[in-house]
């Protein structure tokens, strides 16, 4: 599913018109990534939080030099799914 997809959906189920729906969507993300880059997670309950995780220093490998690179500590986004949301998502969804 894309974000155009999510769009005409919303449309559909609410009769709001695509563009408000597209600006709605666009804010909602853009705010998203405003508060994550000024290092504050987000917490939505019943769907799951966004939250910064710090990645330790560690070396690594540079396969085609054959020498070896420290990958400094970093933080990097992540989504952890509220527990309601993964119960729904093993109760729906059977492997494929």
């Known amino acids: ?3 155009a997809d999510i769009i005409a959906e919303i449309s559909q189920k609410t009769g709001i ?5 597209q600006v709605t969507v666009e804010a909602f993300m853009q705010s998203i990534r405003n508060s994550m880059s000024e290092g504050k997670n987000i917490y939505l309950r ?3 939080s ?3 995780k710090k990645r330790a220093e560690k ?3 540079n396969i085609s030099k054959n020498t070896t690179v420290i990958i400094p500590a970093h933080y ?4 952890k799914p509220a ?3 993964v119960q729904k ?5 059977k492997s494929q």
Do not use: Y
């Open 76 to 79: 990097i986004p992540a989504f």
């Open 1 to 3: 599913m894309t974000k």
């Open 89 to 93: 998502i093993k109760k729906n969804v």
């Open 50 to 52: 966004f939250v910064i």
């Open 59 to 61: 070396t690594g490998r």
């Open 46 to 48: 019943g769907f799951g």
């Open 83 to 85: 527990k309601t949301f």
């Open 17 to 21: 018109e695509k563009v408000s729906v």
